[in-house]
């Protein structure tokens, strides 16, 4: 099968290096127009040959792959991708919906790799959405891209499961790895059956926006354990946040504290070696936070701790 990736980062890299590998023939790699601009459009696949986990256009340069630009999915933008006579398109963290034109374009169809077990969790924000539910497992889904937003029919599902100590960023990157992993047997499949899937069970769907700056400020009189869930479902994508002295610190790590202390929610009760906060339920520990003015550096300061009793949020 001629084939196009569309998508960006992690996940369409690994993708990307997948079909590379496989016996079918990339032909292109499709990218949004809007991200690139003016002189970024050059210098982002440049940069990209450095960086080519994180800049998927850098992959394609050194694999001399084609890379089209489209946005507005006019008949300008898709001639090149006409031209090549695509069997299939395959879309992963592509922050355009995709419009008919695009979609009647290749003639297998196109296919969206998702990172979480559709119907649940559809849109944005997969990964801080799975861990944010307390769920015990998530995965892949390979499906047929519609014109709704990850409502097309499964074609193949793959499931792993959630410890206690992932982030959405470890979830991020074992999702992308076991797409690469399966890649070849999604391409099996879809060259045999085509696009034959199940539909999806609409009753269970669920959306995920991107969580809003106040929705990434913790709540201290949430529960010990859901703020540490918080914290992690946030890491390292949109980290989650609370006030000091009107300055905002960021949280990147705490756990729980095995101590019962009775303390106000957001209280410090101990600053040293680490702060201990109160909770509405249970006492957290920082492990490591920073914030940003003056400068980036680790919070709390040495000579400027939080002294016991005062408050956070």
Not at 27 to 48: E, N, S, T, W
Not at 86 to 113: H, S, T
Not at 280 to 307: C, M, S
Request: with cysteine; charged share 25%; net charge positive.
């Amino acid at each position: 099968m001629r084939i196009a990736v569309a998508g960006g980062g992690y996940l369409a890299s690994q993708i990307l290096e997948a079909v590379l590998h496989s016996n079918h023939e990339l032909v292109a790699l499709i990218q949004d127009a809007r991200r690139y601009r003016g002189v970024k459009r050059y210098l982002g696949p440049m940069v990209g040959a450095f960086f080519p986990k994180r800049e998927v256009s850098g992959v394609a340069l050194r694999k001399r792959i084609p890379i089209v630009f489209i946005d507005k999915m006019t008949e300008d933008e898709l001639a090149p991708l006409r031209e090549l006579k695509l069997d299939l398109i395959l879309v992963c963290g592509f922050a355009i919906i995709l419009k008919k034109p695009l979609l009647d374009l290749p003639a297998i169809g196109c296919v969206n790799c998702h990172s979480s077990l559709l119907p649940r969790h559809r849109g944005p924000n997969p990964f801080t959405a799975a861990i944010l539910a307390n769920e015990k497992e998530t995965g892949i889904t390979f499906h047929v891209v519609s014109e709704g937003i990850d409502t097309g029919d499964i074609l193949k599902q793959y499931a792993f499961p959630i410890s206690g100590t992932d982030t959405a960023g470890s979830i991020h990157r074992r999702a992308s790895d076991l797409a690469s992993e399966k890649m070849a047997e999604v391409l099996s499949y879809i060259e045999q059956n085509g696009l034959k899937g199940c539909p999806q069970h609409s009753e269970n769907a669920t959306y995920d926006k991107r969580l809003t700056p106040s929705e990434l400020c913790i709540d201290w009189t949430c529960p010990a354990d859901m703020i540490e869930r918080k914290v992690r479902a946030c890491f390292p994508f949109t980290i989650a946040r609370t006030k000091y002295k009107g300055r905002t610190v960021y949280l990147s790590r705490v756990r729980m504290s095995s101590k019962h202390i009775e303390a106000q929610p957001g209280e410090v009760i101990e600053n040293i070696p680490q702060l201990r906060v109160g909770t509405g339920k249970g006492v957290v520990i920082i492990e490591i936070a920073h914030t940003l003015r003056p400068i980036p550096w680790f919070w709390p300061r040495l000579l400027r701790r939080p002294q016991i009793g005062e408050r956070l949020g």
